[in-house]
C-alpha cells in the first residue's frame, strides 16, 4: 500500500507562511482526488483543502484566499502553501487520498503564535 508522509510544520507568527509537502512512496498521478486535513485536540478531523486529479480545487471557507493546494505528479508529491496564517489554524496538519483513504500517517505540527 503506499504510504503518505507529511513534512514542512514548524513554530511561525501570526501573518507567516508555511509550505506543507506530502510525499507518498508510490505513483499518486492515479488518484482521483487528494485532501488535506487538519485536527486539533478533541475536535474531529476537519477538510481543509481537496485537489482533484486535473487541477480542480476547493477549500474551507476558514482557509480561502491564504491557503493553496497543489500537486505534482512527476514527483509523487502534494503541496499546501500557507499564508497569512492565524493563530487559529495551529493543528496537525494530515494529507490523503480521496475517497479511498490510505492509512493516515503522523502528520506534521502547524502552530501559530507570537
Known amino acids: 500500500q503506499v504510504q503518505l508522509v507529511e513534512s514542512g510544520g514548524g513554530l511561525v507568527q501570526p501573518g507567516g507562511s508555511l509550505r506543507l509537502s506530502c510525499v507518498a512512496s508510490?505513483?499518486?498521478?492515479?488518484?482521483?482526488?487528494m485532501v488535506w486535513y487538519r485536527q486539533t485536540p478533541g475536535k474531529e478531523r476537519e477538510l481543509v483543502a481537496s485537489?482533484?486529479?486535473?487541477?480542480?480545487?476547493n477549500y474551507a471557507e476558514s482557509v480561502k484566499g491564504r491557503f493553496t493546494i497543489s500537486r505534482d505528479n512527476a514527483k509523487n508529491t502534494m503541496y499546501l502553501q500557507m499564508n497569512s496564517l492565524k493563530p487559529e489554524d495551529t493543528a496537525i496538519y494530515y494529507c490523503?487520498?480521496?475517497?479511498?483513504?490510505?492509512?493516515w500517517g503522523q502528520g506534521t505540527q502547524v502552530t501559530v503564535s507570537s
Open positions: 508510490g505513483d499518486i498521478s492515479r488518484f482521483y482526488a
Open positions: 490523503n487520498r480521496y475517497p479511498l483513504f490510505l492509512s
Open positions: 485537489i482533484i486529479g486535473g487541477g480542480s480545487t
